[in-house]
């Protein structure tokens, strides 16, 4: 994944010095005359656990819109991890969600200085927490607070085309 920001010192230090990044090494940009590219890595590594961060000062602000990233989604494994890092957010002064709670996971929100927007959400209960894993994918599966808007929320979607070739 990669994030382009007007300041990359700001993202790195909260990839690094709050999320547990490390920086893994850098690369030319493509655009003459702009920054290396800064390549972070979490865990074991490799192309999946990877940030790369582009600083791109020449560029207007990001508006939200058509094509646009929302935000970054981090993983962890349960609501006690999430607990830990809504503690070390609120450590680190970043305003936050606080705890969500959103059926099939919960998250927490908070925005980094270049005003990118990370989730970290928790692994379960899981999409199939109210599905038969037999009939998965069958009909919509909707949390309960959206189960009012229903028949609002069905008459919007489309088929998808399943047939391949």
């Known amino acids: 994944m990669k994030l382009t920001v007007r300041y990359a010192e700001a993202t790195a230090d909260v990839l690094t010095d709050v999320l547990g ?3 893994k090494g850098q690369y030319p940009s ?3 005359g702009q920054p290396d590219i800064l390549v972070f890595e979490t865990g074991e590594g490799g192309t999946g656990a990877e940030i790369h961060v582009e600083e791109r000062a020449d560029l207007p602000p990001e ?6 990233v929302h935000h970054v989604a981090l993983r962890v494994d349960n609501e006690e991890q999430l607990r830990e890092w809504i503690e070390r957010i609120n450590e680190a ?3 936050n969600s606080g705890l969500i709670d959103r059926f099939y996971f919960r998250s927490l929100y908070f925005r980094e200085p270049n005003g990118i927007l990370f ?3 928790t692994d379960g209960p899981g999409f199939d927490a109210d599905e038969d894993i037999h009939h998965l994918g069958e009909s919509l599966a909707l949390p ?8 609002q929320i069905e008459a919007k979607l489309k088929p998808l085309d399943t047939k391949l070739g």
């Open 21 to 23: 990044f490390r920086k």
């Open 30 to 32: 493509a655009v003459a």
């Open 63 to 68: 508006r939200p819109g058509r094509g646009s």
């Open 93 to 95: 002064a970043f305003p």
């Open 119 to 121: 989730e970290i959400a």
């Open 144 to 151: 309960p607070f959206l189960e009012s808007r229903r028949e």
